[in-house]
């Protein structure tokens, strides 16, 4: 992998750190989910947010969330994993679909609604990028295997460089992070720790 990282054109991606993932009363943790293992994330994702308020990188929070009744869900929700609707995952305006008070986004982030896996799929993410210059995505958030992946896969495809932070994203399954990593960092992306990108931004943090 040769692509190097700087912090010009580039932007930070954090995905769906909601209260539906990260919280012992969220959906996913309802599901049976381990939700410790997306929470392990947090720290990383809050890190690097703070290193890239500092460098000047603009921040993109992406928001997954669905209508009541879930009418937008499609298959996947329809046929798929129906018991999302059981345990209401984050639908639009409650608590589950909000993102927790240390690790919310400021009034100079932006904050990108979707209802896929993918960051891009039938959103703006890209409309935002595209003109302020952006050709390379620090991604993190969770979970690896599926808005994490799918996001990195759909960037690479539209040409952004992606870096997607291993030690800043979190899986309900070890197998499926493993595998995840190495499928991104085989053909859709350069797999890096958070240390590294603070090193390619040339930021220091307190305690990081």
Not at 12 to 40: T, W
Not at 45 to 72: E, H, N, S, W
Not at 79 to 105: Q, R
Not at 154 to 169: I, K, M, P
Request: some cysteine.
């Amino acid at each position: 992998m040769t692509m190097d990282l700087t912090k010009e054109k580039t932007a930070l991606i954090v995905v769906d750190m909601q209260n539906g993932f990260l919280d012992p009363k969220g959906s996913m943790a309802r599901l049976g989910f381990a939700y410790e293992r997306l929470l392990a994330a947090k720290p990383g994702c809050q890190r690097l947010i703070k290193a890239a308020r500092k460098a000047g990188v603009p921040i993109f929070f992406t928001q997954y969330v669905y209508k009541p009744g879930f009418t937008d869900g499609g298959v996947q929700i329809e046929e798929i994993m129906p018991m999302v609707k059981d345990v209401g995952l984050c639908v639009a305006g409650t608590w589950d679909a909000n993102f927790p008070d240390d690790i919310a986004p400021e009034k100079t982030d932006t904050v990108i609604e979707k209802n896929r896996p993918s960051s891009f799929y039938e959103t703006r993410l890209d409309s935002f990028l595209r003109p302020l210059g952006i050709q390379n995505l620090v991604v993190c958030g969770v979970t690896t295997n599926i808005c994490v992946e799918t996001t990195v896969r759909d960037a690479t495809q539209r040409n952004y460089r992606s870096f997607v932070v291993r030690d800043a994203t979190g899986e309900v399954e070890q197998d499926r992070y493993d595998v995840s990593l190495k499928t991104m960092g085989f053909f859709f992306a350069r797999v890096m720790n958070v240390s590294e990108v603070l090193d390619s931004w040339n930021v220091e943090l307190s305690n990081a």
